[in-house]
């Protein structure tokens, strides 16, 4: 399993458009990779249909590929469907892969089992399927139940808990966040990895 986040970083609303645009393009390109997609987590844009960010968990043979080629800077160019006569037709946004969890992480993190909840049938009011992983040092926790077996939410659980250890060391360190601030004006003005055209967000 591989978790991948789509960002408009601190692009204009075009950048959240394309952000959308971006997830359902990849949904389509996982199905025909028969890899199996799953969004875990949207943060919804200002303008109706668009986003900020989205978290995905790809899962089958073809994930690594997949991920690599949605890794990087990205663009979109397409005239403005918000401010008529704009100049700009250039938005660009950004592909992350989340790296596998340190060798080690497990053993610091309480793992619960706990009766799934919500949609899902039979299955879900029979087992004890769900997860509930905390990070014992830093208080972090997370609960997935969006996978059939316990073993997969209890993977799934710990890859969240390694991102947001990851998302949170960056945040503290002023270094990594001038970093993050140059990457980000490289990323506006750098080569993109791919780019799409257009309404129909094609290549």
Known sequence: MILLQLSAGQGPEECALAVAKAVRRLALEAEAAQVELRVLEEEGGAARGTLRSALVALQGDGA???AEAWS????????????????????????TRFAAPAVGLESEIRFETLRSSGPGGQH????????RATHLASGISVKVQSERSQH???RLA???????????????????????????HRL????PRRTFRGERFVE
Do not use: M
């Open 64 to 66: 690594e590929a997949l």
């Open 72 to 95: 990087g800077s990205l663009l979109w160019i397409c005239a403005s469907p918000y401010r008529p006569n704009h100049g700009r037709k250039n938005w660009f946004f950004g592909g």
């Open 124 to 131: 879900v009011n029979t087992t004890d399927s769900a997860v």
């Open 152 to 154: 997969a939410n209890k």
């Open 158 to 184: 710990l890859l969240l808990i390694a991102r947001r250890l990851a998302e949170r060391a960056e945040q503290a360190d002023d270094r990594l966040r001038a970093e993050r601030r140059l990457r980000h």
């Open 188 to 191: 506006e003005r750098g080569n």
